[in-house]
């Protein structure tokens, strides 16, 4: 399918970093590739639009979710639930670079581990392992908030989202279907 492989970030305080790589993922099956959506921080139980209309349709699109207890407003500051997902994150990131090495999968969007990167909960050199041991011919897409310098560096194409206007500024919760 692709014959060279790029790395691409979808950064930002803005909207829409999540929903960009779900369309990159969809164009990409749309054009005969396989893809896999793996989601940290959002696990199976959070209600997710974009999860729930491929796992709906016969697109050859792959989700999983890291299976790990994370509340975004608390467990940062629980440093046993820190240390829980730094492991389970940790053990996924393996698995993804052998998925890589191995080109089960021509993309591969890591769905918010740049805010992982960002937050300590991950390591740059287990996203390095991935790109580096990657097969040359498979794209990677890194979403989330926080991207730094040297994250930006490994990167092929960077797209940064910013928020002008929002309706949480008015206090007006996220909508089923639109924000989640």
Known sequence: MLEKGLVQIYTGDGKGKTTAAFGLGLRAAGQGNKVLIYQFLKPPSLDIGERFALQLGAVRVRV??????WDMPKSLEDEKAVTKMQAAISEALERIAQTAEKRFYDVLILDEIVFCLSKGLAKLEDVKNIIDRRD?????????RGATE???????????MKSIKHPFDKGLPARRGIEY
């Open 64 to 69: 999983e979710a890291l299976d790990t207890p």
């Open 136 to 144: 040359p011919a498979v794209e990677i897409v890194l979403t989330g």
């Open 150 to 160: 040297e994250l930006i560096e490994l990167a092929d194409l960077v797209t940064e």
